[in-house]
């Protein structure tokens, strides 16, 4: 066998392990990951111990499909605004290497099967989750983000569903506990997107997407981010002031607050070459960590000391 007839052998093995992370790649599994702890912490939450692990399985797999489907939607509606922008020109569809009719029936697939599962837990969740699908793939990524730059703010809403989602596949009914959840979401999301948007501000103007860098100036931006730290460290206090959680969230999620003012204030007025994208990566950690501490909190609360 030649030098050529190799080569040749190769990319046809590496062909369909090439197409199946391209499938995988327009999930965006780490994003859907992220989304699933925070669900899986609200299930934690409803109850005093731990729920069941039929509805944990049912309600992760639930939320994980629809979550991969909206953002595989997302990879379909910004196919064109994507082949535009350094950060995501590599993506399937953006390069062409999937059809757009493979991708929408891809997600059409994960979205069904996804509401069909969380439909067998209760039809509140499995209508929730579906509406925060067509929030997240129709309102904001075909509307708000090309229309306003408040787009990150209003469509946020969107992104911060999943810890009530994960609250309502184990009651089956709203609970104000639940909304506090998605307000930390929503408060973290603005300064977690601007710092990124800030990094990228370039790619977005070419694109001509109006993110508030593009259409307000870096400065201004810099102040919102420090503005909506401030404004989540108010929020972050909400669950220990409502007796949700006790001093453990409270200390440890002061401490990550506090951290990501740190990083604001930086960002605003001693800023140096590559500071957003270490806000944007500290904003990553920061939620994770947070959602962490809930849980750890929750079961210390429950199982250990009483405050």
């Known amino acids: 066998m030649d030098k050529l007839q190799w080569l040749e052998r190769g990319n046809t093995l590496s062909a369909p392990t090439a197409i199946w992370r391209d499938y995988l790649t327009m999930t ?3 994003v859907v990951a992220m989304l699933l702890l925070t669900a899986l912490v609200g299930m934690c939450l409803a109850v005093p111990t731990v729920p069941t692990i039929e509805v944990v399985i049912l309600g992760l797999a639930g939320i994980g499909l629809q979550s991969a489907a909206a953002a595989v939607f997302n990879h379909v509606l910004d196919r064109r605004f994507d082949a535009q922008m350094a950060r995501t020109y590599h993506r399937p569809l953006a390069k062409g290497r999937i059809a757009t009719s493979k991708a929408v ?14 439909w067998q837990l209760n039809p509140l969740t499995a209508w929730l989750t579906m509406a925060s699908l067509v929030g997240y793939a129709v309102i904001y990524t075909v509307w708000l983000k090309h229309a306003t730059p408040q787009n990150i703010v209003i469509g946020g809403l969107a992104g911060a569903a999943p810890p009530l ?3 309502t596949a184990v009651t089956g009914s709203l609970n104000p506990h639940a909304l506090l959840l998605v307000m930390l979401v929503f408060a973290w999301t603005p300064p977690h997107f601007w710092a990124l948007a800030i990094h990228r501000r370039d790619d977005y103007a070419k694109a001509g997407i109006p993110m508030l860098p593009v259409t ?4 201004y931006t ?12 108010a929020v972050g206090l909400l669950p220990w002031l409502t007796a949700m959680s006790g001093y453990v969230y409270l200390i440890g999620s002061s401490v990550l607050n506090l951290g990501f003012i740190g990083y604001a204030i930086k960002l605003k007025f001693f800023d140096s070459t590559g ?3 270490a806000t944007f990566k500290y904003s990553i950690w920061h939620l994770l960590t947070l959602f962490v501490v809930l849980l750890v909190d929750h079961w210390w609360l429950n199982w250990g000391v009483k405050y």
């Open 216 to 219: 307000h100036g870096i400065a």
């Open 222 to 233: 810099k102040t919102m981010v420090l503005f909506y730290t401030l404004l989540l460290f």
């Open 275 to 277: 500071h957003a994208w």
């Open 105 to 118: 029936l891809f997600a059409c697939v994960l979205m069904v099967s996804g509401f069909i599962i969380l």
């Open 28 to 30: 965006k599994p780490k």
């Open 165 to 167: 989602l994960g609250w």
